[in-house]
């Protein structure tokens, strides 16, 4: 089986930016003269940033044991890998051309990170956004949420000295709503019969989107889009999977389940459409109002998914539109709120016929073993002739 | 060690009253149906002077203390853990919780009997876990009615001042609430039994700081291990006119004892310090700081406020005033908000650095030797930021434990090595130990 390489498309532009993210950030500054704020959850209005000339870039892990060992000091070993990771990195000193460090209230591992961050490498500006958790009461969340925004956006006018404007606003909203669309349309192409875009390729165009102006990503995607419309796929499908769970960017992993007779056709992680998928209502009169919708009506983390899980609804449609035949729930060990989860997860997805495998996954992912458990999976599904 | 009686002690006269109490209230939860009432479950946080505004009679089961109690039953907390992960929650998830799903998947109540099913369930909201909990157990049970209230508005730095919003969103939440549960319950609200429910919330509270603050004295007059019996009461109901009234008396006995000179252990040398829930299948380990050491444990960041109001006044941690609820559902909806968001042990749930601060101080204003910190596996909320304090202590001139275990899941608990850090630990003292003994 071939598996055609992203480096033989326009698509090999977003595995460039995932693999060179650090490069390609401090290119930018010393080219554009801008300042750079990590984030460390989705919930950041990023918005703001663009409105203000800043480029934000959310913060993943490194992948490297050794770097999120360096928070042994820091986080107790039960917290989840991805927060010890973000944390080794920045305590290593990779991120020390940032400008600023700011976290919009999700859980408490990484909000840990984020703290020992700003104790040991302090920044110029470091800011937490108390985002609501109670998100099922938009009556209360959203007018909090947009005092909240009113406060932040203040603070970034004070640490830069120049004023966001509502057009600035409307202008931030424009930019991150025209890469959403555009990479909502290239996810389209995994919903064929035989997808045009296999699991990797999708992850590596969303996780860049955290790295780069939004600007030159969508700009990225929206020639990838032309090109997908006429690509012809030198491999077979296979079955029709789909990841759900924590933060998930790991690419060995995805790289690996797509060369065992299966292809990732759609996932529900915030490193992919829970980041994306939900637009800012750019006819909602007051910028900052819509903002304030958008992060709460968005498809929530599960840690502020209650009472009720609206959460599932979305995972149901994507696995009915996308032809799903069965679910791989990732799992970062230690994630408490997806933990909660996972058991009714499970149950409700077997319920409506798409059967389900957990894997758990730390900093690095012992990529043979789950090569083993996923072919036994796979054969679960197919029965043998699947294998042939 | 040990041996020698320096000062007296005698047992504290109400704590057979404190035991009463709590076997009564859980009790009149499994027993609430029988008399026509109505029971909720929530956690130890929860805004329990709202429910107490429904007419007619309302009892609780708190999540927290209920899965201490089954923690302390070991031969009872291996099946329920063992259960709710068959079920499939993590071995990593809340102790608590895991003990509390499990009796709910065993149908057995701790106290004996099957496990009551609630008519609601009256949450809020700060770890990750809080609301999650409940969500399964609403699930697990069929479907009960659920309302938590979201309390993480107050997290951002600087934490002396909230602007108007914060309280004024989760106010709001709990005005929701009350008309929420009008509708669940079918009941009339009372704004009067609110009003009042709300000054004994804030009155249990803050008479608890009052006698946390007592334990100053030297040799103190509490040790933490009979804190923790006395603290549990504030978990269970703070609202409740019992609960009020019995911190009332322990505060006057406590005082009382301060004043004759009457002492937790008879040998006081060396004054510790701890953080996090304890392990409540070890509770053994401050006997052994006693026995072995003439170590007495003052009490922790934890013990004092999880239950007790604080606030933080010139650099130092005093007990807050209760605030005036006023006349008005809305004014007495604020109150309580703006009590619970100036909690510091609420406001170190988001800052490890604030936290620092606030057990530094705790060690000068009780004046501890050493600190042994619980590196607690059951509970990832009390164990944010425990690396960062370790490192604050240290640097503030307090020697350090770490002591890895569970607050409720005694197969992560490994005494015998917790001895054996504590016997090295405890040698770094020993000079004053004999200093001590030589006068």
């Known amino acids: ?388 | 060690m040990g041996a020698v009686q320096r000062y007296p002690t005698e047992p504290l006269k109400c704590w057979q009253k404190a035991k009463e109490l709590r076997l009564k209230y859980y009790r009149d939860y499994a027993e609430a149906h029988n008399r026509g009432a109505l029971r909720y479950i929530g956690g130890a946080w929860n805004f329990d002077p709202v429910p107490k505004g429904l007419s007619g009679e309302v009892y609780s089961l708190t999540g927290e203390p209920y899965g201490a109690s089954c923690a302390y039953n070991t031969e009872f907390s291996k099946r329920a853990l063992e259960k709710a992960h068959a079920y499939g929650f993590a071995k990593d998830m809340c102790a608590y919780f895991r003990n509390y799903v499990g009796s709910v998947l065993l149908d057995e109540y701790v106290f004996g009997g099957p496990m009551p099913k609630p008519d609601f369930i009256w949450q809020s909201h700060i770890c990750c876990t809080h609301s999650k909990w409940y969500e399964n157990v609403s699930e697990l049970e069929g479907g009960i009615p659920m309302y938590s209230v979201d309390i993480g508005a107050g997290a951002s730095p600087p934490f002396s001042e909230l602007p108007a919003h914060r309280i004024e969103y989760v106010a709001g939440q709990l005005l929701d609430g009350i008309e929420w549960l009008q509708k669940v319950t079918g009941k009339t609200f009372d704004d009067q039994k609110f009003l009042q429910a709300t000054k004994y919330y804030m009155k249990s509270m803050y008479k608890w700081a009052k006698v946390c603050e007592l334990n100053q004295a030297i040799p103190a007059p509490l040790g933490e291990k009979e804190m923790f019996s006395l603290y549990v009461l504030g978990t269970l109901e703070r609202a409740s006119k019992e609960t009020s009234n019995f911190y009332d008396e322990l505060y006057e006995e406590v005082k009382d004892r301060v004043k004759r000179g009457i002492v937790a252990i008879p040998n006081e040398q060396i004054r510790l310090m701890t953080d996090s829930q304890p392990p409540w299948p070890f509770l053994d380990m401050w006997r052994h700081f006693e026995k072995e050491y003439n170590a007495v444990s003052i009490g922790s960041l934890y013990t004092f406020s999880l239950e007790g109001g604080w606030e933080v006044r010139e650099g130092r941690l005093l007990p807050k005033e209760p605030i005036d609820p006023g006349t008005t559902r809305e004014s007495a909806c604020r109150a309580l908000v703006e009590y619970e968001l100036y909690k510091p042990i609420y406001q170190s749930f988001y800052h490890a650095d604030f936290k620092s601060q606030l057990m530094v101080m705790i060690a000068q204003q009780w004046k501890v030797d050493g600190v042994i910190l619980h590196l607690n596996l059951g509970c990832e909320g009390s164990s944010t930021g425990v690396l960062e304090n370790r490192l604050a202590l240290q640097k503030a001139g307090y020697p350090v434990l770490m002591v890895e275990g569970s607050m409720a899941d005694e197969a992560q608990i490994d005494r015998a090595s917790t001895f054996r850090k504590i016997q090295l630990f405890m040698e770094q003292f020993s000079d004053k130990i004999k200093l001590v003994k030589a006068t």
């Not at chain 1, 917290?79 to 700011?102: A, I, K, N, T």
């Not at chain 1, 998100?135 to 830069?160: C, G, H």
């Not at chain 1, 409307?170 to 290239?186: E, H, S, T, Y």
């Not at chain 1, 079955?239 to 933060?247: A, C």
């Open chain 1, 1 to 388: 089986m071939k598996v055609e390489r992203a480096r033989e498309t326009k698509l090999k532009k977003f595995q460039e930016w995932y693999e060179n993210r650090h490069q390609y950030q401090k290119d930018y500054k010393s080219r554009t003269g801008k300042k750079i704020v990590g984030y460390l959850c989705t919930y950041e209005p990023e918005e703001l940033f663009y409105a203000a000339d800043i480029l934000p870039v959310r913060i993943l892990g490194g992948h490297r044991a050794t770097d999120a060992a360096l928070s042994s000091a820091h986080i107790m070993s039960m917290y989840c890998p991805f927060c010890r990771d973000v944390l080794g990195q920045g305590l290593r000193g990779y991120y020390d051309y940032l400008d600023g460090l700011s976290i919009a209230q999700s859980c408490l591992h990484i909000r840990q990170a984020y703290f020992s961050w700003t104790i040991h490498k302090p920044v110029d500006w470091s800011y937490y956004l108390p985002m609501p958790h109670h998100v099922q009461n938009p009556k209360r969340a959203i007018p909090f949420l947009y005092e909240e925004l009113k406060l932040m956006k203040k603070s970034i006018e004070d640490w830069t000295g120049r004023k966001i404007t509502d057009d600035d606003l409307r202008r931030g909203i424009a930019i991150l709503n025209r890469d959403r669309r555009a990479m909502k349309k290239a996810f389209e192409y995994s919903k064929l019969d035989v997808p045009k875009i296999t699991g990797l390729e999708r992850m590596y165009i969303s996780t860049s989107s955290f790295f780069v102006d939004k600007e030159e990503h969508a700009k990225a995607v929206e020639e990838t889009l032309q090109e997908l419309e006429d690509r012809q796929m030198d491999r077979r499908t296979g079955v029709r999977l789909m990841t759900i769970g924590s933060e998930d960017d790991d690419t060995e992993f995805v790289k690996m389940v797509e060369t065992i007779g299966a292809t990732v056709v759609i996932d529900e992680h915030c490193t992919t459409t829970r980041y994306f998928w939900d637009e800012v209502d750019e006819t909602i009169k007051d910028p900052l109002m819509a903002i304030a919708e958008r992060y709460v009506r968005r498809t929530p983390c599960p840690t502020k998914d209650w009472p009720r899980r609206t959460r599932f609804d979305r995972v149901l449609q994507f696995a009915r539109d996308w032809r799903v035949q069965g679910a791989i729930v990732i799992q970062q060990a230690f994630c408490d709120p997806h933990e909660a989860d996972i058991p009714a997860l499970r149950r409700f997805l077997e319920e409506n016929d798409i059967p389900t495998y957990l894997l758990e996954f730390d900093v690095t992912v012992p990529v043979g073993q789950f090569k083993i458990r996923l072919e036994a999976f796979i054969e679960q599904i197919t029965g043998l002739e699947g294998l042939f």
